[in-house]
Structures are given as structure tokens and as C-alpha cells.
């Protein structure tokens, strides 16, 4: 069953939202501000987040900007603001899709099946991924070959294979992995891709897939 998690300040949508999901067996919870949606976000793990920008605490934007910090979950705003730039600014802040309000409940709908089979595509490419002799699995947490990773190795290696070909800067790798009291301990993540290229890497010395970008970060070569 599809978890979806609702973020609306109008109960109104809110009730709508959940009687209809939940007919068509969507599993759904609800937020009616920022501060909740995240919170709840963090706690339930949805496999889509249905959110409007509208929001009486934090700004809709905001709220994409601190789920994207943490998460590649699906987005689908559903708001009032139909202006062409509101839409850049939620798709340019790491929203999938977007609604405007008044919105037909079936097109609504389809536009969910829709971001959820692109997402399910992309887990899917996820699942065998090539490194080296290694193929990674990285929804099944898995390697070929017996070879094991630890908790912080998978985090790391998980946020490179999820941004193929794109610079992952240290200071984000050590907030995500250790916390942002950590953001000047640069000797960790060396360390850790030491150990991952030893595991993945055909020749360790001389990464062809986990690269470092030296004084800014790493990234993950395909």
C-alpha cells in the first residue's frame, strides 16, 4: 500500500484528500502546517508527499528545500499560486510535479500514478547498480560478491549513487552523515571513501567511480 502524507491547511481538502485516497487504498496521513509536515515526514517515511505552498508557519518552498536536505521522496504541490514563477520555484526546489487549486480530482489522482511510476523506475535503477566487478543494490542494501558495508558506508555511498555524475559537496556529505556540529571534520569522509574504494573499486589507488573533487567534494562517475 502507497503511503501518502497530505499537507493542506484547509480541512476542508484535507477531508476531501483522505476519503478519496483512502477509497482508491492509498494508506494517508495528514499535516496541516510546516513544522508538522516535516516532523511527520520523518517519522512515517511516505512514498509521496502531496503539499501546499500556503502554509501558516513555513513557506511551502521552504518546507521542499528541508525535505530535499534529507529525502528524494516524491512531491506533488497542490496550491492556490498559479503564477508561472511559483512553479519554477517549486520544481527548482526539488517538487516533481504541480497542481493548481480548483483542481479535478481525477487528473489529480493521475498525476500521483504518474510521479509514483517514475519514482518506482528510478528505485528500480537503484537496485543494480555497477561499480567496478561490484553491482550495488541500493534499495536491497546489498553487494555482490559477500562484500559488506557499515551503516555510515551505506549512507555515503547511497547519497553519491542517488546524484549520478553530480558534485556532492563535504560539507553537505558530513551534515547528512554526522550532523552539522561536524561540518569541519573533512578527515571522516576521507576516511570512509578510503574504505568504500577498497571494497568497490577495481584499483583503489586510482578511483574510476568514486571520485574526489579535491578541496570541494566527491562524486559518484557512472
Known amino acids: 500500500m502507497t503511503k501518502i502524507l497530505v499537507v493542506d491547511d484547509e480541512p476542508q481538502i484535507l477531508r476531501a484528500l483522505r476519503i478519496n485516497l483512502t477509497a482508491r487504498h492509498y494508506e494517508v496521513a495528514v499535516a496541516a502546517d510546516g ?75 493521475a498525476r500521483i500514478r504518474a510521479v509514483s511510476r517514475r519514482a518506482a523506475i528510478h528505485e528500480a535503477e537503484l537496485a543494480s547498480i555497477q561499480i567496478g566487478e561490484r553491482v550495488v543494490d541500493v534499495v536491497g542494501k546489498t553487494v555482490s560478491g559477500g562484500i559488506r558495508l557499515t551503516p555510515t558506508e551505506w549512507h555515503i555511498l547511497e547519497i553519491l549513487l542517488r546524484n549520478p555524475g553530480k558534485l556532492i559537496p563535504q560539507r553537505y556529505l558530513l551534515t547528512e552523515v554526522w550532523g552539522s556540529r561536524h561540518v569541519k571534520e573533512t578527515h571522516y569522509l576521507r576516511q570512509y571513501m578510503a574504505q568504500l574504494r577498497k571494497k568497490l573499486e577495481r584499483d583503489p589507488v586510482h578511483p574510476v567511480h568514486l571520485i574526489t573533487e579535491p578541496g570541494m567534494g566527491y562524486r559518484f562517475v557512472p
Open 35 to 109: 513544522s508538522s509536515a516535516l516532523r511527520e515526514a520523518a517519522e512515517r517515511h511516505p512514498d509521496l508527499i502531496v503539499l501546499d505552498l500556503g502554509l501558516p508557519d513555513i513557506d511551502g518552498i521552504d518546507v521542499i528545500h528541508g525535505l530535499r536536505g534529507w529525502t528524494r521522496t516524491p512531491i506533488v504541490v497542490l496550491s492556490g499560486r498559479a503564477g508561472n514563477q511559483d512553479k519554477i520555484d517549486a520544481l527548482d526546489a526539488g517538487a516533481d510535479d504541480y497542481v493548481t487549486k480548483p483542481f479535478g480530482l481525477e487528473e489529480f489522482l
